[in-house]
Each structure stands twice: as C-alpha cells, then as structure tokens.
C-alpha cells in the first residue's frame, strides 16, 4: 500500500528554540515512519518553507491537488496547521468530488514530543489512511469528521473542531483555484453602512455574506441596492448564516427578501468557509 504524507507546517512539526515554537525539519516525516507497518511505502512531499496555516491560501490547494493526484493510488495524510484547517478541508472535499480519494487532515493544539494531542491525532490520522472508507476527513481529538464543513469553534481546547453536515458534493466546474479571482468574506452586522460594503464589493469578484439567522439583514434599501448593482456588474454574492449550525432558509422572513430579491445566492447549510471554496470552484 502507498501512503503519501503532504507536510504543509503546522504545530504539530513544530519545536522549542529560543525564540518559541518554530518548524522543525523532519519531525513529522520520522513520527509518521516510525508507526507505518513495513507493508506500507511511504512518499512524501514537504512544503519549503512550512508554513504557518494563516498563510495558506489557493495556490498551495493547488499544490496539495497536485501531489494528491501525482500519485493516484495513494491514500493521503496532509499535517497543517489549525487556524485555517476548515478552509483546506473545504477546498480539498470540493475539488476532489467524484475522485474517491482518500485524504485524511491532521494538526494538533500542542506539538509532537510534548506530551499532548499530536501523537493521538497522528496515529488516528494513519488508521484512517490505512481503512477502507474514502473521503476526506480530519481526524482529532479522537474523532474522525468529515472535513467539507469543518468549525473551528475553541481556539485552545484540544477538542477545537466540529463538522457541520453539508448537502452532498458534486464534482465541480475547476479541479483548481484561479490565484486571481478575488473572493472574501464580508459579515453583516447591525449599523454595517451601504457604502462601506460598496467600497469593498467593488474590489472583488464575489463575496460570502454571513446574514442573520436563517437569512435575514437589516432593512437598508441601500444596502439592497449596492448588492443588487453588485450582482448586475457580474459578481457572484453567496449567502450564508453566522450561525454555526442551520443553515438558511430563504422566506421564512420578510426581512430576508430583499436579500434574494437582490440576486444573492443561498448558499444552505455551507460554513462559511464551505461558500467561499464554491464561488471559487463553480
């Protein structure tokens, strides 16, 4: 059986120096060799640098796609960091669609060797890889979830992810991330002004808006305008709920119709992170 492990940096592979934490070459690489069972050839490709999760983004999706799909018969193990842990699982589960691969997210909240969570997740990481079920997965803190609607929801605990349930994926229109496509996510919030969302909508190329409840935002005709202008001028606005478990439900309320009236997509049940990978790859 091949297995290859994607190291993109992260706290697991970290160690102290006099300066703090900081990534150490190779520590991942000999934890993970010293528990695979000899029947299992190990490849592995290793960022340089490693990186810290803040800065991962599309181009190094684009990076982990291709190694994923360089070696078509492997299962896969990526170790990264937790911060934008549910960004990559979105990005991977939906570009990977149809592809029956099996990949498997690993971190941890305190570094291998400093007796933690690393070691566990690592070793649930590896059963995952070596069992029979695809799909792409995080194992942590003892659980295995699936990785298209992962929530960061503690930013200390060691139980620090829960996997809200998405609707089922289909394979999307790009295998790969435009790096030049502009996307953010803009959060609405009581008072927002219409032209402070103007002024950064017209920097982009579509947004997710994080709307209230099942679907709703304050009663501003301008604001419905700047987003109604948005949608004329071709840019793609997905909504979806600042809660983190629900979804939306568009016409449960008034105060939501503008809303679709507009032209803003419902985006579900997606997180937030979910509805950003779907303007991206559809």
């Not at 990559?88 to 997210?105: D, I, P, Y």
């Not at 930013?155 to 996997?163: C, I, L, Y």
Request: include cysteine; hydrophobic fraction near 45%.
């Amino acid at each position: 059986m091949e297995l290859l492990l994607i190291h993109t940096g992260g706290t697991i592979g970290m160690a102290e120096t006099p300066e703090g934490l900081a990534p150490k070459a190779g520590l991942v690489e000999d934890a993970l060799t010293a528990r695979l069972p000899q029947t299992v050839t190990l490849k592995s490709h290793v960022f340089s640098p490693l990186l810290d999760s803040a800065d991962v983004g599309p181009q190094h999706w684009n990076t982990m796609l291709d190694a994923i799909r360089s070696h078509p018969q492997a299962s896969v193990i990526i170790t990264h960091g937790t911060d934008t842990m549910a960004f990559t699982g979105a990005a991977l589960s939906q570009a990977l669609a149809g592809e029956n691969r099996k990949v498997v997210l690993c971190g941890s909240m305190v570094p291998l060797g400093h007796e933690g969570d690393a070691e566990g997740n690592l070793d649930l990481a590896i059963a995952t890889a070596l069992g029979n079920d695809p799909g792409i997965h995080l194992a942590f803190a003892g659980k295995v979830m699936e990785a298209g609607g992962l929530v960061k929801h503690n930013s200390h605990d060691v139980e620090a992810f829960r996997a809200q349930p998405q609707d089922p994926l289909h394979p999307p229109q790009s295998l790969r991330f435009d790096t030049t496509r502009k996307l953010a996510i803009l959060t609405l919030s009581p008072g927002m002004p219409a032209d402070a969302v103007e002024a950064i909508v017209s920097k982009l190329d579509g947004a997710v808006l994080r709307l209230f409840g099942s679907g709703t935002a304050m009663n501003d005709p301008a604001l419905i305008s700047v987003l109604a202008a948005a949608v004329s001028a071709g840019k793609r606005l997905r909504g979806v709920s600042q809660c983190e478990a629900g979804g939306l439900q568009p016409g449960s309320y008034a105060a939501g119709a503008g809303l679709w009236g507009a032209g803003v997509e419902n985006g579900g049940r997606q997180t937030p992170e979910a509805a950003l990978i779907h303007l991206w790859l559809n």
